[in-house]
Every structure is written in structure tokens, then in C-alpha cells.
DNA sequence: CGACAGGATGATATCGATAACAATTTGAAG
DNA sequence: CTTCAAATTGTTATCGATATCATCCTGTCG
């Protein structure tokens, strides 16, 4: 027989923590592991009183359920794997809130990675994560190496795409178009008047929404007449607020007469306000400038910045949704793309008054 | 027998996706399932030869490993778990950034939860964890639950409390004294020759770090001489940029002639800048402001924000490395405390000289 | 030429729970 | 008093890998 108390011995070796097992409890009470077993769970058949006593001698033992058995044996290993590009960004740790909140009761965890915007690091985590057979999986983006997709593919879960409108999706989507969101942005702006429009992003194409965002600028900086965008690329992705600031300053000496910059991200469009404001210009007054995503410093800081509000929980709720929707039904083929919203949120930056708080 | 084709039925039901196990990669090279096994890990002894022929069908195959049948026998779930607030702040983000970058090449993965700054939520979630045996747990803290105190005692497993220094260790401590850290941040100002503090923080004790920079600020004002400080409680943690901007009117509204105002992070700090700028306000001639934490928006945004810088990403490699030498040398209950660094950032926004870059 | 060390591989039991089915009990209906 | 259905509990096999020990093979050295 084990001996119940602590061992003398204070070394601990990885494996020889918490020793207790079902069929201890189950010893212990005078019924079954089975019994055990199924007072863990709500639907099964165990009668009230039987329930009663087991949770109390496990509360006694202080006996923790080991899921690593359990999800072996029942083949359901209780979580989802999630990848976001960066977990330091807050519109994607938005997103990955609202998949928790969805995940609340059912179950499920999540089990959260982040790929630096690299597809080769986004590989190397889809493998270490199917490795633990997640029950779904939620990507940010539609850019995958093609081992990723075979992976993905032979692993059998339901995927879902998030945040863009992947061109060839691998299952299901949640997101919107990053080219269109930014082309209503211009067509607003350029409905107030804006006529010479510059605009901020990153250096490479790692980041694609950014790519999308940028190329639906120059699109519709054309489509409108308004001559070849004037576009400046600084930093590789995600870019700084600081990379922001430098970039707004080789924008405007290359295009003095710029009017109204956007940039790939809020983040970004603060870093080039905060540097004008610095250098003794006013904006609106001197130069108009727009973000993208909304997030929390936009609405706070002076001038408040114009931008382009996503639903990022939303995102993260309804990826959640289908996964679960897909789980429910067993259905994992059903490739149904999901649009969440965005809109254009008008505010002190771009303004055509100038300073209208002050 | 089992049937080896894919079912013709495309309905997909949780368990029978991924239906390739190890012993059948096996069987197609020709060699055990031990053999396949050993050729997963780099120390085993295989030949290079039958590893490559291995590592060739698992290729061909699709074949990937099954970690959770693994962990079952091995004992060794390969994986620590870590607890942090809020995942949507950059200072936790960074943190739990040095915690994956400390893993690195380990064969450890990060499991994260958030507890919403809440002792309650942050017993569920130690359970959840436990049940999935991590192999060591850092926290965020010193403030548990009772239950939480005895699951984690019983895990057997090396916890790491981080961010600050409790007063009763559970184990390994990775932190500073956030009560200090704020009473150097009064010392410097003070010794500026501002004289009227003023400070604003959360509603609640929910945030105990909150809370000891709190009571870092009132002991040292007092130690002083400077009266008893003027404390605006404004928000439930963690206090939000907006909240920071009312906080700030209702301090000026009743001490108008506050000199400076230290505040619990930099998030409500640079509300509370925004706020007065917006109302004609100059921060520093009018009134200096400082924060905590040094996010990025501190160094970037005009005026830019006079704080404690804390060494998050260090907090985070440093609480990996103690588990994992707790870890490796089996000992659990080496109860050392390991300091970080913090440091008094000095900016414009508490210059006395006034705007020193206009 | 025999013996033995050491590398490579295989066979079997096992990790700790759960699925599936069997057995038992209880109570209500006939 | 039987009978049968429903509720409750137990038994056994199993999930897919790995620990452990056994076996086989090769080459070297006295």
C-alpha cells in the first residue's frame, strides 16, 4: 500500500508529483473508478448521493483530474489551438478574448500561439499544436506554407481562417476585406476633399493585411484620379509607432504637399502625429492622418485619430462559433466564409475644420 | 481488423480524424514501434540510416505525433502553464514573450490563461492547468486563494510567483517591490522640488500591485513630510486610458493646486495627459504627470511620459530559467527570490523647466 | 578463434482515464 | 407475485505512445 503522507524526501522528480489516482478515490469511497469517472461529468448517470460522496473524498484527497489520460482513452483532447500573428497587438489579443469568452463552458481551452507574421514559424506551431490534437484550429490570415496546408488538411479538424478573405480557404472564414475597408477609407476622405493622399506601411509582405491594406489604397487613390499614391515602406512588420514617426518624416520630405497620410495601423498613425506634433505641426491643420483598426489610443489621445473600426472580438467570438457549430454537427467541409464589419470612425485627425476642440 | 482506407462517409466525428498511429508508420518501414519512437528524439539510439527511412514515411505518410498518448507514458506532459492578468497589456505580453523565448529548443510549450486580475478566476484556471499536469507553473503575484494554495502544494510541481514580492512564497519569487519602485519614482520628483503629490490608481485591491505602489506613494509622501497625499480612486482594475482622463478632472477638481500626479501605469497617465491637453492644459508647465511601466506609448507620445521602466521581458526569461532549473536539478522547493530591475525614466512630461522640446 | 562490449532493435507491460457492454437494483404496472 | 423498463454501478478492453528489459549483431582484442 502507498503511504498517503508526503515522503520524507523533499527532491521531486518530473514524474513522481501527484501520485493519487482515480482508482485511489474510488478505493477510498468503496465504488468503482468508473463511478468516479462519471461523477466528473454532469450528464452521466450517478446517483445524487454517490456523487456526493466521491466529491467529497475527492475535495479530502485533493485529488486533481488528469485530462492527459482522458483525452487519450475518449479521444478528445478538450482544447482548440489558436495562432495570432503577434500576442503584443491588441486588436488580436481582442480577438483571442472573445474566443475564450465563446469557449466558456463547452469544455474546450485554448491553447494560444503567436507567429511573429512568419508563415515558417506559423508552420513549426501548427505541427507542435496538432501534435496535441487540438479539437479545431483558428489561423490569423490565409497565407500558409503548403506543408502547413497538408498538414492542416490530413489532420482531419475543422480550420478556420480569420481576419482577411484568404483567396483559396482552406475551410471556413471569419473576417473582411482589409483591400476594401481601406478603399472606403479614401473614398471618404477623398469625398471631404482630400485630394493628395500618402500613405504608411510596412516594408514587406509578410504581413498580408497589411499588403491587402495597401494595395486597396493604390487602387482607389487611381481608381479616383488622384494620380499614383504616394507611398512610403518602413520597417518590417508589425510596424512601430516610432517607425511611424521616422516614416512620416521621409514622407513629407519627399512629397512636402502630402494631405492626408493613412497608415497600416493606428499604432503607426500615432507614432506620425506625435513626431508632427513634435516638429511644430498642427494636425489637422497642417497634415490630416488616419489609422486602421481603432484601437483603445485612438479614441483617447489628441487629436483623436480617424480610422477604420474592426470587430476584433467579434472576430475571435465567431471563428469560435463555427468551430463549434462545425464540432456540433460534425460537418468540417462546410467552407462558409463569415463577414464581420467594419466602419469608418471620422474623427479630429482628418478633419477639415482643423482643430475643432480647440 | 481495422480498415486502413478513409471512410467513405466525409462526416466527421471528434475521434476518428488523424487515424494513423505510430505502429502503422512501423509496419510500412518494416521496423517496431519502438524504433519509430526512438527515431522522434534526438538522443535515442538509432541508426542514421533506419532514421532517415523513418523520417521518410512519416513524411510520406502525413504521419505527427501524438503527444497526449506520449505524456500518458512518459509522465511528462511537456508543457508549463502561466497565469498572467490580462492578456491585453503589453507589459504581461512581454512578459509572457520572455517566458516562450526562455523555452525555446526546451520541448516545453506555454500554456497561458488570464485571470482578469481576479484571485477567483485565477483558481479555476490553476485547476484547469493542473488537470493537464504542466510541468511547473509560473503566476502573476502573490494573492491566491486558499484552494489555489493547496492544489498547487499538492501538484508537486516548482510554481514561480512573478511581478512582485509576497510575503508568503509559495516557492521560486521573480519580482520586484512595486511599493519601492513607486516610493523612488516620489524620492526622484521630490527631489525636483515638486512638493504637492497627487496619485491615482483603482477602485479596488484587486490589483495588489496596484495596490502596493499605492501604498508606496502615501508612505513615502508622509516619510516626507509632504502631508498626506491627494489619492483620486477612479475604475476596477486594470484602470483604463479613458478612466485615467476622469480621474484626473476629479483630482484637479478637488486639489487644483496639484503640482504633480503619479499614476498606477502609464495607460492612465497618458489619459490623464490627453484629458488636460484637451482642455488647455500644459503638461509639464500646468501640471506634471507620471506613470508606470514604460509601455512604448510613453516614449513616443508628446509629452513624453516620466515612468518606472520594469524589465518585463526579463521577468519573463527569468521566471522560465528558474522552473527550468528547478526542473532539471529535481529540487522544488529552493524558495530563492530572484530581483529585477526597475528604474526611474525621466521625461518631459514632469520637466521643470517646462516643454523643453517646443 | 573465442569472448565480450556496446550499438541497434524488438517484445511486453504500462501510464490513467473512458467506451462499451454487462450486471444489478429499484420501482411501477399488470 | 411477476415482469419489465429505467436507473445505477461494475468489468474489461482500449486509447497510442514509452519505459524497461531482452535480444541480436558487429567488431575488436587478447
Known sequence: MKNEDEPKDKRLKPGDA????????????????????RAFRQDASVSEETRKRIMEAVDALGYVLDLSAGSLSSRRSGFIAALVPSINNSNFSDTARGITDALQNTGLQLLLGYTDYSAEKEEELIEAMLRRRPEGIILTGGSHTARARRMLAKAGIPVVE?????????????GFSNGEAMA???????????????????????????????????KTVEELGLGPGRMISFGVPPITMEQGGQAIV?????????????????????GAIMECTRRGMKVPRDIAIAGFGDYEISSICHPRITTINVDCYGIGRQAAARLLDALH????????ITLTGYKVVLRESTDRNGAPSA
Not at 501527484?18 to 469517472?37: C, D, F, I, N, P
Not at 469625398?191 to 510596412?202: H, L, S, T, V
Request: glycine share 10%; aromatic share 8%; proline share 3%.
Open 162 to 174: 480569420t481576419w482577411e478573405l484568404p483567396e483559396n480557404p482552406i475551410n471556413q472564414v471569419v
Open 184 to 218: 472606403l477609407l479614401v473614398r471618404t476622405l477623398a469625398g471631404q476633399g482630400y485630394r493628395k493622399f500618402g500613405y504608411i506601411g510596412g516594408t514587406t509582405a509578410r504581413d498580408t493585411r497589411g499588403s491587402q491594406r495597401r494595395s486597396g489604397f493604390q
Open 329 to 336: 454537427t460534425g460537418n468540417s467541409t462546410g467552407d462558409e
Open 250 to 270: 521621409s514622407l513629407l520630405e519627399r512629397w512636402p504637399d502630402t494631405e492626408v497620410v493613412l497608415c497600416v495601423s493606428d499604432l503607426s498613425a500615432f
Open 18 to 37: 501527484q501520485k493519487l489516482t482515480m482508482a485511489e478515490v474510488a478505493k477510498y469511497v468503496g465504488v468503482s473508478a468508473m463511478t468516479v469517472s
